[in-house]
């Protein structure tokens, strides 16, 4: 890799990571478009390194948020009563589960262009399913991430799930489970972004660690620069997306991602 694919590479991560159109999909296209091989160890590393540049983005932008999920008295609202490490725990419980059980499964069967074609037209699929099973108002009677309930939060866990096929998008399947647990859209969107970064860092500092050896000097400057594009286009992504779903519903994301699967059927099968 090269600065320039360093920087790219990196946008297109912090741009994607926590929009629901998959990040993975972008990212082996994007390394498709830029003739890096997606079996080579250092390029594989270099994706590892700045999925942590987008999560780092989250824990600025989110910093009080955490600091005040570990606060067990004070503020207006009773512990109950307001999102805390419980909320995160439950959300978290369903993928780390079968993640490590199926892991290798997982990484044998799903981790290609052709699933990733599929996961991108499915996981649209649900998208719009989840956006018209929430249009009746009396559906969605939590607007606000810290009135979600422990039920809900489990709920939104288990759409989790199906963050595990890479394409599908983690926001995509979380914001889609929390809409028909009747969370709205951009409450649904921050409680994802806040569970995003216990699962992320443990994802990614675990392969992180198993791609060690191929780790050296040379690298950490294309690495750096591909960490710092990351987290800069992430805090930019993060809250643009957050004003969008104000205004327009998952159905677009959704459309995108058909033309997107388009795309991937075109150039790379």
Known sequence: MDLISSIIMGIIEGLTEFLPVSSTGHMILTAHLLGLSEDNESVKTFEVV????????????????????????????????????????????????????????????????????YSLVIGGVLMIVAERWSHRSERITTHDVDDISYKQAFVVGLFQILALWPGFSRSGSTISGGLFAGISRVAAAEFTFLVSVPIMIGATGYDLYKSIDHLNGSDFPIFAIGFI?????????????????????????????????????IILM
């Open 50 to 117: 700045v999925q942590l540049g987008a999560v780092l983005a989250v824990v600025v932008l989110y910093w009080n948020k955490f600091i005040d999920m570990f606060r067990f008295t004070g503020g207006k609202r009773s512990y109950s009563r307001r999102l805390n490490l419980g909320h995160i725990f439950l959300a978290m419980v369903p993928a780390v589960v079968i993640g490590l059980v199926f892991r290798d499964w997982i990484k044998a069967h799903l981790f290609g262009p052709e699933t990733v074609l």
């Open 229 to 265: 594009a990351a987290f800069i286009v992430a805090m930019l992504a993060i809250k643009t997306f957050l004003s969008i779903l104000k205004r327009l519903s998952l159905t677009v994301f959704a459309v995108y991602r058909f033309v997107l699967a388009a795309v991937f059927f």
